[in-house]
């Protein structure tokens, strides 16, 4: 059974702060990993993919990968009230036509 | 920017009735998929589609689902006969490849059955 595991939160923060959201997967031969952001009610929004061990970054986000750990994690810079919302954590199944299995999610929210 | 569509925005339909969900995936894009989330679950994965045909579906996927990309745009999702248990916010999301694959999501449709 592939899993993919997430502290559900709240993750509660202040205005300005990292905010750090954890994954672990459970697929050994997974190679992408995706985060996608989901404010209430509505769909999931990508917004970050990686691919190599290391960290990659695209503006306020961090993304860090470690396959040897099956860990990927997101940190969110200078957190602002507009980042509160559920981030979900995302990896295409090995084995077929890359199905994405989803995390239950990590809750934040940035208080001013 | 390209996007994911989807229609209606919320579908109200009678237990037992027939219901049909309608996508239009990025125009360039080849993968299509079918994903729902029941509230407050995790997004679960329905199918995906390429080359007109299916090339991978859950076992939530039963006879009682199935889809189709009826012309060169459209991508849809039918239920033959609702259940309660089928209430859930459908999303449809699309990729242009397999290999690294972003899949991007339509805003989704809600289901509520009665």
């Known amino acids: 059974q592939k899993e993919v595991e997430q502290n559900s939160g709240p993750l509660s923060v202040p205005e300005g702060a990292i905010a750090s959201l954890n994954c672990t997967y459970s697929?050994?031969?997974?190679?992408?990993f995706f985060w996608y952001r989901q404010y209430s009610g509505k769909s999931p929004e990508l917004i970050m993919s990686?691919?190599?061990?290391g960290d990659k970054e695209d503006g306020r986000f961090t993304a860090q990968l470690n396959k040897a750990s099956q860990y990927v994690s997101l940190l969110i810079r200078d957190s602002q009230p507009s980042d509160s919302a559920t981030y979900l954590c995302?990896?295409?199944?090995?084995?077929?036509?890359?199905?994405?299995?989803f995390g239950a999610g990590t809750r934040l929210a940035v208080h001013p | 920017e390209p996007e994911v569509t989807q229609t209606p925005s919320h579908q109200v339909t009678q237990m037992g009735q027939e219901v049909i969900l309608r996508c239009v995936p990025i125009?360039?894009?080849?993968?299509f998929y079918w994903y729902r989330q029941i509230l407050g679950q995790k997004v679960e994965f329905l199918v995906s589609?390429?080359?007109?045909?299916?090339?991978?579906k859950s076992e939530i996927f039963d006879d009682q689902f199935s889809v189709e990309r009826p012309d060169g745009s459209n991508f849809t999702l039918k239920i033959r006969s609702t259940k309660l248990e089928d209430s859930a916010m459908y999303f449809c999301?699309?990729?242009?490849?397999?290999?690294?694959?972003?899949?991007?999501f339509g805003p989704g449709t809600r289901l509520t059955v009665l």
């Open positions: 999301a699309s990729s242009d490849r397999v290999g690294d694959n972003e899949q991007f």
């Open positions: 125009s360039n894009h080849l993968y």
């Open positions: 589609f390429y080359n007109n045909e299916i090339s991978e």
């Open positions: 995302a990896v295409p199944f090995s084995g077929g036509y890359n199905k994405l299995i």
């Open positions: 697929d050994r031969g997974s190679q992408s």
């Open positions: 990686i691919y190599s061990n």
